[in-house]
């Protein structure tokens, strides 16, 4: 089979870029809180629990729909919908920051992440649309790689851009509106790029009705219904439990390390950043060690190496260098724990119903994810 390399390129970069700039909004916003918070003498934590639940939110909220429209409508369609989407709201979010509305800030990051939640189920199930079953688990690997490498990459970029320009200007509102155009040129060159991409075919003739915005526990029960599909679900509910409960742990840190100074965002990010390196590595590994079909046997073996290496890091010192290797063999066991278990769920979902299950995935992991951050 010969791959559509210009349409795969396209899709990774899009979905890198929308990922990307979600992450990177959050550690903004959260970093334009802390200071706002120092400034008025008050708690910043509660904060940035919102903001990390605001982020996995749409897909609890808007899973069925977006299931639904992944089934509806052709993959590229969705995708290039969702990238146009993005950019008018990174502009709103730049007239909020200008206006010094944080409410309204917030919610433009919330439609942000909600484009973010339509795109997930459609890029998945794109895939094995533009690969084939044979070669699905490496460039699972792939994707997955980019995808995590692009949240804590992002969250490095929105934190250090915050750090950056609060640091020679001294006005956080500026700071944050800065950040913000940047993250508005990238959606714009994204949605330039994806224009490249094939176009593919719907799968579902199903028509549209209001039911589908609570059929929450239909989608759920589709997934509770194949029993294997169940069980590497739960395991990545475990892994999207445990990223979420560290990426706000890892912010705090980075604000304590720093007592609340103008360096905090760019600490946090630097945290973050090392989990992604692990994270890159990881998943590439996975890649190449499925090159012949999806490999299960990598999952159990990622989640020991996890297990093992956050028990470490509660008994280590936060900015110590061991603390830093632990954080970057975080991210390596997680690559291994979490790439055969998506490529498994994305081969054995089947045409018809692969957009409802990816969707159905999607409100289970952000479940666990909101739950963390709480």
């Known amino acids: ?133 044979q070669k699905l688990s490496r460039w699972v690997g792939y994707m997955e790689m980019f995808n995590i490498t692009a949240i804590l990459v992002g969250s490095f970029a929105g934190g250090a851009m915050f750090s950056h320009w609060l640091s020679t200007g001294g006005d956080p509102w500026q700071a944050a509106q800065n950040t913000a155009w940047v993250l508005t040129v990238l959606a714009v060159l994204a949605w330039a790029l994806f224009q490249v991409a094939e176009p593919t075919k719907a799968h579902s003739a199903e028509p549209f009705r209001w039911s589908l915005w609570v059929r929450h526990f239909t989608d759920v029960a589709e997934v509770w219904r194949t029993r294997p599909l169940w069980r590497a679900t739960m395991g990545i509910c475990f892994f999207y439990g445990v990223g979420g409960y560290a990426t706000v742990l890892l912010q705090q840190v980075g604000y304590e390390l720093t007592h609340g100074g103008p360096g905090a965002g760019l600490a946090s990010s630097q945290l973050l950043l090392m989990v992604g390196v692990g994270t890159m590595v990881g998943n590439l590994l996975a890649g190449l060690l499925s090159r012949r079909g999806v490999e299960l046997g990598l999952a159990p073996l990622g989640g020991a190496m996890l297990t093992i290496v956050l028990v470490a890091l509660g008994f280590t010192a936060p900015g110590t260098t061991r603390f830093t290797v632990l954080l970057i063999a975080t991210g390596f066991s997680s690559g291994f724990f979490l790439v055969p278990l998506y490529a498994f769920i994305q081969e054995k979902a089947g045409d018809h119903r692969r957009g409802r299950i990816l969707a159905g995935v999607s409100l289970l992991d952000s479940v666990a994810g909101m739950a963390a951050a709480g």
């Open 1 to 133: 089979m010969k791959l559509p390399r210009a349409s795969l390129a396209a899709l990774l970069t899009a979905q890198t870029q929308e990922t990307f700039n979600d992450c990177a909004a959050k550690m903004m916003l959260g970093a334009l809180a802390q200071q706002l918070a120092r400034v008025q003498g008050v708690d910043p934590k509660p904060i940035l629990a919102i903001i990390a639940a605001l982020l996995v939110l749409p897909y609890v909220a808007f899973g069925p729909i977006c299931g639904w429209l992944s089934d509806r409508y052709p993959k590229r369609t969705v995708l290039n919908g969702t990238l146009i989407a993005q950019i008018g709201v990174m502009l709103l979010l730049v007239a909020a920051l200008w206006l010094k509305s944080f409410d309204g800030a917030i919610l433009c990051f919330f439609l942000l992440c909600a484009e973010t939640a339509v795109l997930a189920p459609a890029k998945r199930g794109i895939l094995l649309e533009y690969v084939g079953p």
